[in-house]
């Protein structure tokens, strides 16, 4: 041989599929001109794959000097639907692999093929008595162990030989031949069976495609159609190349599937031929070219799948006004054509990496026409759809809390964990900080300290003191209305957060853990503070709100929010004190609060997208 059959190997097919074996002899029987095939299995044990015994017989012309000629030289081959390296696959999983050939009604050719292959190592020999076919007999499987026992189970092989030569069977039952492939297994002392044959290969139709891919080649696609019981859905999208078949599950996505029906799509040209990698795996095009075909494949898909199943049409009509009303801000960027069929993942993305593009142009551009001034306002609209979503979808995570969620947990909903927010730093930060689920006007904030020491934020407005270290830490300290550095008064915010399932005695601490933080506060502060904010969140319950009942008034609220203010006294020589307003609110009251907020919001925009 010409070509190092080891090394070979290796090469050409170093990620191949057991399965393989069975689709290279069925292919070279085809190619010798065989219509009666025949597999035999035998295995002693499923879990002991050195027992594994392969015979294939076929009735085709047999190993002629032709292609016993091209069979011991790789490469060699005079058209470009043959690799001419298929058999290497047989030496992946076996060391022994026995051919005997009829051919030309007299003659029997026999040889051993191997890693030590040589083409003068054959036997050759007349008979007499013998139809023309070939016998490939593998043993000594190498294998440690077989990635999946369906490859040896006749129903499995049955329909991925049916699949992997849908094209070439197709034509060989128009040209009138009776198939017949029948696969033996005989596994542990149980024997199966099954039989491939001219009933099993649909009787496709088909049409050619309109395609400016190519001004030479034509484009056509072979399908077929059929209502099944819904337990056997199937559907399989593919290329046809060189009498194989290259599935492409991107056409329609698993999720998109019709339920019900039988389905095959085969897109044949002779613009693939020679186009594949050498296992047979992957198109070996450019990627316009690869996605101006999957464009025109999905495309008549969809037109065919429309016209014969009518409720795909109201389906995809459906889905994508679901799109529409979850993703507001993207519509008239979803492509239509994949609708339906596409995965929702991959629509979105799309759809999302063009809305980025438009804006990257927009931002990058020095001045702005008429029509991207235009395009400008619609831009921002949209980005300001994008902000309301996340809003929401904040909304819906606090909806689905649970005692299970630590404090940590909730507080990261609200904003992110030991990180300080800065106001000329808000659009940067504005998916980190949720301080909107409190209420608007805090977006309006100077600073936010989240998940810090009381002596960092105290350390923030007074950098030129030395402070203590402090482990009584507050979940979210807002500093706002004022700019501490170059302001001598301004207003503050302290937020705690409960976890939920918690005892009264630990949810009322919040109230007492008030007074701690505002003396110490005003200690350094020396009354630039004028209000404190304090705001406890707790989930409420019988017990707590017949507690608070008493010293605390009921605010508005789509749920329930107690309020009192008081007077905390921060020195006695001279008596100062400090006007203190706390909420205690319950959690799902904000939640209640915030989405009613929000979805006002997400009405006023679907009504304007839609």
Known sequence: MKVKIGQAVKLFFGKSSFEMIFFEAIANALDADAIDISIDIRAEALN????????????????????????????????????????????????????????????????????????????ISQVDGFKSGTKIIMSDCSLDR??????????????????????????????????????????????????????????????????????????????????????ETTLITAITVENRTLPNKEIISEENKPKGYFIVFLLYSDFFNGKVDSARQKLEINESELQEIKHLFRKKVASILEEQIPNIAQRNKEVKINLVNKFPHLSGYFNTETIGYAAKTDILKNAQEQFFKDQKELLEATSLTDEQYKQSIELSARSLTEYILFRQITIEKLKKTTKENSEYELHNLFMTPKVQFNNKNMVNDIYSNNAWLLDDKYMTYETILSDKEIGELIKYITSDENIERDADRPDMALVFSNNPETSNIFDLVIVEIKKRGISLEENMKTVTQLEKRARKLMEYYKNRIQRIWYYGIIEFNEKIELHLAGEYRELYSLGKIYYKETQVAISLSPKVTLPIQIFIWDIDAIIKDADARNSAFLRLIKSKFI
């Open 48 to 123: 002991q794959p050195n027992s594994i015994k392969i015979t294939i017989c076929d009735n085709g012309i047999g190993f002629t000097d032709v292609r016993y000629r091209k069979f011991s030289n790789l490469l060699d081959v005079d058209e470009n639907t043959h690799k001419g390296i298929g058999r290497l696959v047989y030496l992946c999983y076996f060391n022994n692999i026995k051919i005997t050939s009829y051919y030309e009604n007299n003659k029997l050719r026999e040889f051993e093929f191997n890693e030590n292959f040589k083409e003068e190592d054959v036997k």
């Open 146 to 231: 077989l990635h999946s026992y369906q490859y040896l189970q006749p129903n499995y092989l049955k329909k991925r030989i049916l699949e992997e030569f849908y094209s070439q069977l197709f034509k060989l039952k128009q040209n009138k031949s009776n198939i017949k492939i029948t696969i033996n297994s005989h596994i542990e002392d149980k024997d199966y069976n099954e039989e491939l044959n001219n009933n099993d290969i649909p009787d496709f139709e088909t049409v050619e495609l309109d395609s400016s891919i190519t001004l030479i080649d034509k484009f056509y696609l072979h399908y077929f159609i059929k209502e099944v019981d819904i337990s």
